[in-house]
């Protein structure tokens, strides 16, 4: 799952950081509380935060098909995240994560043609574009 992070009170850099083990943990938590002792057992099995950008805030979490459903269904209630307040969105469910990445990538793109029509410098645009498509393995969650 494509999971977008939107922090309650934004900062000045537009940026935001999240350990991967607090992420993680926020979302069992809350899949603990909903759905019990059965949530929590079902999902454990193949549940992952695999991926995190800092500056554009999306994240793809890592879980079986079925239990999935479980971890889809407490996105909204999860409000909090290493005691920054956030919202929860899901952008895209996949079955791999290479189409979660096909889909951050023209996600990104589009984001990128809305923001470069606002910019004058071509110095400007070629900024934002390695900002918003960088893919490395500093981004990555354990």
Known sequence: ?????????QRKDNSL???????YQALLKKIQELHGDFGAAAIREG???KYFN???????????????KLITSVLPFVKEVDKKKVSLVTLY???TMRQCFKFILNHQQKKINEICSTLQSE?????IKEALLKFNSTQTLS
């Open 47 to 49: 549940f992952a935060a």
């Open 93 to 95: 469910t996949g079955a």
């Open 17 to 23: 950081t999240i350990p991967s083990p607090t992420f």
């Open 123 to 127: 110095e400007e645009k070629v900024a």
């Open 1 to 9: 799952m494509v999971i977008e992070i939107n922090p309650q009170q």
């Open 54 to 68: 800092e500056r554009t805030r999306i994240a793809i979490v890592r879980a079986r098909h079925g239990p999935h």
